[in-house]
């Protein structure tokens, strides 16, 4: 089964973390890519600008409304995703957990719609 | 104004042309406003030292790019940073050689700034401070003292839009015909959001210098989309106010609402422009919302030829007006050309649609007119109670001073 | 750039919506995506009542945050800029519904890709 794991934190402590290569990663997380990577359990992933960057659009009676910020002011922000493929979901909890953002934030695990979109 | 004092602000406006126009031309490529304004920051603050007293250099672009350069090559050398600014400065070095050798001048990307700067993903209020600051050079402290905003804060919201700008791919474009006017229209919003906050009723609360700043962007604007009949509409606005700054307050300095000033203290030659202008933008298609506003102000400055003011006339434009808008300060304000024409009663009617308001509440204008047409109707107590909370809302000593004087006139009648 | 549209819905408004006229809205704004961009880009997810939440240790019942709209899935567009992002957003049918979130991606060279 296809799982989308959310990395839910705050965005300032992500953006300030340390990083190691030109990727922009911190280590943390290129160890766990790599371990990803490894299980061959990686399907995809992105890490996201922060909300500041964001924009957000909603159409009502025709009418385009584009307005500058995320779709909601939360605590913490969405940062990131991974796409892995696995049994079932307690395989899926335990990557979750081995993610550095279930740390200090929150990571979503929510299963992908099984017949595609 | 002095030969010297013209000259510096002839030096200024040369300065400030060739300043918005190179950041303009840097960050449409690069999409780094912030890095573009950097390169040229200490070269742009040189010229506003240097040309007023030396005089405008004969290639102005030039003259600030080999500044900048050298000011660059220092800060290298004390520090091995800035290669971003560098970057930027040999982009436009070579575009500047290669239009020199070919005659012309590096083309002018500012609308497509202007733009970027009013986009819709750009928090409103941020738009008009940010035209200002990348095209004409103004300084976040500058910006703050006309927006009310402390200037820290003021220059905080301004690094933020400008990494916006860079990091949501905000494009320098010129919008598509069909995204055109509704895109348009924010600039021109921004444009005169910034004018606004150069002409509050009365001085007291305005910064003349803003309103200066947003003319001379409103002319260019007209000079850069010469066929775009609302832009011509907008700056008519301006030039209709404008024309009237000094008849605003008497010789002892008490307000003058519009229907009492002295016509004869209204600027003939900016009311000149801004009639040629207005007759241009009306030609052909649909008046917008610039245009009707303007041609309310045309049909006050008729006063001072026919010494009457053509209510019926305002009133007519403001049905237009408000058939595009909505706006409740537009039925508040088509209630008082009303009670022009058809008697106190009949605006105090007009202005009940809007009384459940909440903005209404705590909106000045609003309690200053229904005070007047309360007094008008012989309502005293309730007029009384009106002009009470108008005078709470002003934040301007002189309309306090005058409304407190209508206060004084309704008590003793 | 590369941009995440994430779609929120309101999955009741999504309900009441005329459901023959929406889905082939839907396949006809999946066509033109994948034509435009080559090949399908994005995933809808299972509704939040399905998500679980992973904090530390605990383990909870989903989802993240409880809001009228909820994310329900996502796509991915390379545009020259914001503003033919801002395009997609507005023909993909779940503007109508709930708003469409863009988020720029981070360009990074990942190993799996």
């Known amino acids: 089964m296809q799982y989308m794991l959310l990395i839910q934190g705050d965005e300032t402590k992500m953006n300030a973390a340390t990083v190691v290569d030109d990727t922009g990663m911190s280590a943390e997380y290129a160890a766990y890519n790599a371990a990803l990577m490894k299980a061959g359990v990686i399907r995809g992933g992105e890490r996201l600008k922060p909300t500041s960057a964001t924009t957000s659009v909603r159409v009502r009676d025709k009418k385009a409304i584009v307005l500058s910020g995320p779709y909601a002011e939360t605590q913490e922000q969405l940062g990131g995703f991974y796409i892995i493929d696995v049994p079932d979901l307690d395989e899926a909890i335990e990557w979750a957990k081995k993610c550095p953002a279930a740390q200090s934030g929150t990571v979503e695990v929510r299963p992908i719609w099984p017949t595609g979109r | 104004m002095s030969d010297t004092d013209e000259a510096a602000r002839i030096a200024e406006r040369v300065a400030r042309d060739s300043y918005g126009r190179l950041v303009a031309f840097l960050a449409a490529r690069t999409r780094d406003v912030a890095g573009a304004e950097d390169a040229l920051s200490e070269a742009f603050a040189a010229a506003l030292r240097m040309w007023p007293a030396d005089g405008v250099p004969d290639n102005p672009d030039a003259w600030l790019l080999t500044v900048a350069r050298r000011r ?44 970027a700067c009013a986009h819709p993903a750009i928090e409103r209020g941020m738009r008009a401070p940010l035209i200002l600051q990348t095209i004409l050079g103004m300084t976040a402290e500058d910006i703050s003292a006309a927006f009310l905003i402390p200037p820290a804060t003021m220059g905080q919201r301004l690094v933020r839009a400008k990494a916006r700008i860079q990091d949501a791919g905000i494009p320098f474009a010129v919008p598509e015909n069909e995204d055109l006017p509704e895109r348009l229209e924010a600039v021109l919003d921004a444009i005169y959001a910034a004018y606004t906050k150069g002409w509050s009723e ?33 700056l008519a606005l301006m030039l209709y106010a404008e024309a009237r700054r000094n008849a605003r307050r008497d010789s002892t300095g008490a307000y003058v609402p519009l229907e009492q000033q002295d016509t004869s203290l209204w600027d003939d030659s900016q009311i000149g422009i801004a009639e040629t202008l207005l007759r241009e933008a009306n030609k052909g298609g649909p ?39 909505h706006s409740p300060v537009v039925v508040l304000n088509r209630a008082v050309a009303l009670a022009e024409v058809e008697g106190a009663q009949a605006g105090l009617d007009a202005i009940d649609s809007i009384a459940a308001d909440k903005r209404m509440q705590t909106y000045q204008p609003y309690w200053a007119a229904r005070g007047h047409l309360l007094a008008r109707a012989g309502c005293k107590s309730e007029a009384r109670e009106a002009l009470t909370l108008a005078i709470g809302l002003s934040s301007d000593e002189a309309v306090r001073a005058y409304l407190r004087g209508k206060l004084a006139e309704l008590l003793d009648a | 750039m590369r941009y995440m549209m994430l779609i929120h819905h309101d999955e009741a408004a999504l309900a009441a919506a005329p459901q023959k006229d929406l889905w082939a809205d839907y396949a006809a704004f999946n066509e033109a995506l994948s034509k435009a961009i080559g090949g399908s880009s994005g995933e809808r997810l ?68």
């Open chain 2, 202 to 234: 009365v001085g007291d609360a305005g910064v003349p210098e803003m309103a200066g700043e947003a003319i001379w962007l409103g002319r260019l604007l007209v000079g850069l989309l010469p066929h775009e009949p609302e832009v011509k509409g907008m």
């Open chain 2, 72 to 115: 660059q090559t220092d800060s290298i050398r004390r520090r091995q940073t800035r290669r971003a600014g560098e970057e930027h400065l040999m982009l436009i070095a070579d575009e500047l050689e290669a239009a020199a050798s070919e005659g012309r001048e590096i083309p002018d990307r500012r609308l497509a700034l202007m733009f």
């Open chain 3, 46 to 113: 299972e509704p939040g009542k399905n998500a679980t939440i992973v904090r530390s240790n605990d383990v909870l019942d989903g989802p993240y945050a409880d809001t009228k709209e909820q994310f329900a899935g996502y796509f991915f567009v390379e545009a020259a800029d914001l503003d033919e992002a801002v395009a997609w957003a507005k023909r993909c049918p779940s503007s109508r519904y709930g708003a469409i979130e863009i988020r720029p991606v981070v360009a990074q060279q990942a190993s799996w890709k």
């Open chain 2, 287 to 325: 008046s917008g919302r610039y245009q009707l506003e303007a041609a309310i102000q045309s049909a006050h400055s008729a006063r001072r030829l026919a010494g009457v003011d053509n209510w019926a006339a305002i009133v007519a434009l403001y049905d237009h007006l408000l058939a595009r808008t």
